[in-house]
């Protein structure tokens, strides 16, 4: 493949962006080589400015779940946008957006609009301190939170990756506020609470972590965090922003039945716009500016053309069948790259939800932080390389979960077996 054009533009890109990036695991920092530069996409593809196709994987990180440039999302972004691009004064597709958030997650009773997920979180947690009058949260080892300075401690994703999990910038004293466990471990969060439960204003977790690979809660997790967060009085958060409108249509907290206090938002609901939401409960969202005292805001919240793609995006996810099909598209995959794997003769492993999965290069079963760390990091790397060369653009990080579409079919996923067929040989020397 021919990258003469995208090696250009990263050398000059290198020069004034810091690691030539606008956000850190662009960059392929841990699986070797430049990052490819998109000029176009469409449904499953990504094409790069030399030429080349990929299927992708990745899907912006998450907000394509209905495939690249889907034309009812553009066209709703084409209408709206001749009205002019931002108002400053309320417009009446948030108020169609907040109606639509609350009739898909039930738990939401109010919202408020942001402009990405790591203004829901942190946005959520000040809700939460707020509210309890408590200043201490809590959150989970390998979880991605965005980087908002109270979550960068033994965080997931691009800090996970490039080893950075406490980043320089953050004062001790805030995050000594932060009280880290280790994810599907019941007997050491009900310890925390037992011993610092009065002082805990919210527990914060990504319900599947989609920041350390791909990692299900075990049978009854999320129901013990729900008891334990009631029991002390502390709020539970569901940080949805992953998992939100995908593995089910009222995300995470649908598929297992579990009713946090407070929810956050982002990538699918702004249909590849920048997109964010947090809300929950009327007695705590009501506490909000100006209806109450705890101060949030945004120059371009709920922007309309932003809105637009969003609500043009769940309508789509809201047809008949859709997470059913997501589903079966992604076990099919996973099915299909596991044997490929057995083929081999390479120890591979794989996680999967409606639309995510992980990828493992170690044996099974994966339930914590621990056993995700396990995978042969290098071995993906060597994979994630030979898949690329064979057309297919999977997440460039060993630590974070991939994305399905809609717009994945038979056709697409069989090419992406052939190619790993090929890239499972190769890596195996
Ligand atoms: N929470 C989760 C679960 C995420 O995966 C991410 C981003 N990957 C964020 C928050 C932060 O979102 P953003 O990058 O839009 O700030």
């Known amino acids: 493949m021919n990258h003469a054009r995208s090696h250009d533009l990263f050398s000059r890109a290198c020069e004034l962006l810091p690691g030539g990036v606008n956000s850190p695991v662009r960059a392929f920092k841990s699986v070797g080589g430049e990052p490819f530069f998109a000029e176009r ?16 994987y990745v899907g912006s990180w998450g907000p394509m779940i209905a495939g690249h440039a889907h034309p009812d999302v553009l066209d709703a972004v084409a209408t709206t946008m001749r009205n002019g691009l931002s108002f400053g004064v309320p417009n009446a597709l948030e108020v169609t957006m907040a109606e639509t958030l609350t009739r898909i997650v039930p738990s939401c009773e109010m919202v408020r609009m942001v402009n990405s997920g790591t203004e829901a979180t942190l946005s959520a947690i000040r809700v939460a301190r707020g509210a309890t009058g408590r200043s201490r949260i809590v959150k989970f080892e390998g979880c991605y939170h965005g980087h908002g300075d109270s979550f960068l401690v033994k965080a997931g ?8 999990p406490n980043s320089p910038g953050v004062p001790t004293a805030l ?20 011993k610092a439960g009065s002082e805990i204003a919210g527990l914060i977790i990504e319900p599947i972590v989609g920041n350390a690979n791909c990692i299900l809660p075990r049978d009854g997790y999320l129901q013990h965090l729900r008891e334990l967060c009631t029991r002390h009085g502390a709020l539970l958060i569901f940080d949805e922003v992953m998992t ?30 920048p997109v964010g939401a947090f809300g ?5 969202m009501s506490q909000v500016a100006p209806s109450g005292p705890i101060y949030q805001a945004g120059t371009l919240s ?32 996973c ?5 490929a794997a057995r083929e ?7 996680t999967r939800a409606p639309g995510m999965f992980g990828l493992y290069f170690r044996e099974g079963p994966v339930h914590g932080f621990a056993d995700a760390m396990a995978s042969d990091a290098a071995m993906f790397g060597r994979f994630f390389q030979a898949m690329l060369e064979r057309g297919v653009y999977l997440a460039p990080s060993a630590f974070e979960a991939g994305f399905m579409s809609s717009a994945h079919g038979e056709a697409e996923i069989t090419a992406t077996i052939e190619a790993a067929r090929g890239a499972f040989a190769a890596c195996r020397g």
Not at 41 to 56: C, H, S
Not at 335 to 339: I, M, P
Not at 344 to 350: K, Q
Request: glycine content about 14%; charged content about 20%.
């Open 280 to 284: 929950g409960r009327r007695d705590l």
């Open 175 to 194: 995050a000594d506020l932060t009280l880290t466990l280790p994810y599907n471990d019941f007997e050491a969060a009900t310890e925390l609470f037992d």
């Open 302 to 333: 709920g922007n309309p053309v932003a809105m637009a793609a969003g609500l043009a995006t769940l309508e789509l996810v809201q047809v008949d069948g859709f997470h059913e099909r997501l589903e079966q598209s992604t076990h099919a995959l």
């Open 244 to 273: 939100g409108f995908r593995v089910a249509l009222g995300g995470a907290q649908e598929r297992y039945g579990v009713k946090p206090d407070l929810s956050t938002f982002g990538k699918i609901i702004g249909g590849g716009m």
């Open 344 to 350: 081999a003769g390479i120890t591979f492993h794989t």
């Open 157 to 164: 994703s691009g800090a996970l990756t490039l080893g950075l």
């Open 335 to 339: 099915d299909g790259l596991e044997t």
């Open 41 to 56: 996409a469409e449904g499953p593809f990504l094409f790069d400015v030399d030429g080349n196709r990929y299927i992708d």
